[in-house]
């Protein structure tokens, strides 16, 4: 049974970084597409960044320059590094990992960004 992780959220001041965590049990990350999604209440969620199975990565145009999405193999984790933190930022982050069936989410991490 694949199981989703996130991690690393909390209260950050705008301007500050944070780095969220998606570790997975059930599934080598490696092996499949990951993404970041981001939302806040009443809105739908929104894709922010894509890593493919091969390493290679995607940012939204939004956020590009300031979230950076990775992967570290062997600790089977995803992730998301956000700069210069803006109270736009604040919103529920979500991994979801792309299985050949369906999608895997986790509980979400809360980012709150403070001004």
């Known amino acids: 049974q694949v199981q989703v992780v996130e991690s690393g959220g909390g209260l950050v001041q705008a301007g500050g970084s944070v780095t969220l965590d998606c570790a997975a049990s059930g599934v080598r990350l490696s092996t499949v597409n990951t993404g970041w999604y981001r939302q806040v209440p009443g809105n739908q969620r929104e894709l922010v960044a894509h890593?493919?199975?091969?390493?290679?990565?995607n940012v939204a145009d939004s956020v590009k320059g300031r979230f950076t999405i990775s992967r570290v193999n062997v600790e089977n984790t995803v992730y998301l590094q956000i700069n210069n933190l803006k109270p736009e930022d604040t919103a529920a982050y979500y991994c979801?990992?792309?299985?050949?069936?369906?999608?895997?989410w986790g509980q979400g991490t809360q980012v709150t960004v403070s001004s």
């Open positions: 979801g990992v792309e299985l050949d069936w369906r999608t895997a």
């Open positions: 890593i493919k199975s091969d390493g290679s990565t």
